[in-house]
């Protein structure tokens, strides 16, 4: 099945800092979606790209969906505290069946103040 | 508007006993996902309810695991017998349905299953 790496795995960044992560796939995806999950919570989306060479801002985030639709980006600006958490990187392909959604494998960011 | 409700929030059991996962989506939503996080991992999909229907089941280990969402509304996902690889944490979510297809799934808080 499809496998979408993240990197970094971890980081631990000072608060204001700019703070930058991606996600790379072997397959192409149609949708590529940026989730946050706190702690004993499910994930939150924060930002949805739908096609290739997309940019797209919430706030301080800025993500952008790769003109290959193998790889995606996620900008943070000026961080701060409550930004810690874990970031999932998912990509969607559209089947007969319904939106498959694929999770990355993470990136825990730490944020000190 | 609700979110999405599971329970019970944790489980402890050891291996080889059952367990039962409750899940009641967002009132309107005809789409539901049942995904299992291993710790360190990303969430991974189980299983994909269209109302009633099963749309997506390739990921479900059959042997052990089942669910069902009898009336389109809630599911409940069950593991019998239960082995230490299980232990993980159940996300239920849920989309509407759309004609031009949703992407966001809303997300539970999950129920933390540990098998001791």
């Known amino acids: 099945g499809q496998q979408l790496n993240q990197s970094p795995q971890s980081m631990f960044i000072q608060e204001g800092e700019d703070v930058s992560m991606n996600c790379t796939s072997s397959?192409?995806?149609?949708?590529w979606l940026w989730y946050k999950q706190d702690p004993g919570e499910g994930p939150v989306l924060l930002i949805a790209?739908?096609?290739?060479?997309e940019l797209t801002s919430n706030g301080r985030l800025t993500a952008q969906f790769g003109i290959t639709r193998k790889d995606s980006f996620l900008n943070i600006s000026a961080s701060i505290p409550s930004d810690v958490g874990i970031y999932f990187c998912a990509g969607i392909i559209l089947t007969g069946g319904g939106n498959k959604l694929t999770f990355g494998t993470g990136t825990q960011l730490k944020v000190e103040l | 508007e609700a979110g999405v409700a599971q329970s019970p929030r944790y489980k402890i059991i050891e291996k080889r006993q059952s367990v039962a996962f409750w899940c009641n989506p967002i009132?309107?939503?005809?789409?539901l996902y049942w995904y299992q996080q291993i710790l360190g991992q990303g969430p991974k999909l189980l299983i994909q309810?269209?109302?009633?229907?099963?749309?997506?089941d390739s990921q479900l280990p059959k042997d052990r695991f089942s669910a069902e969402r009898l009336k389109g509304v809630d599911s409940t996902l069950k593991i019998q017998p239960a082995k230490l690889e299980d232990s993980a944490v159940y996300l239920c979510a849920s989309t509407p349905l759309t004609a031009g297809g949703l992407y966001e799934q809303f997300f539970g808080p999950g129920t933390r299953l540990t098998v001791l």
């Open positions: 790209l739908y096609k290739a060479g």
């Open positions: 009132s309107g939503h005809a789409t």
């Open positions: 309810f269209q109302n009633n229907g099963v749309v997506d």
């Open positions: 397959s192409i995806f149609n949708t």
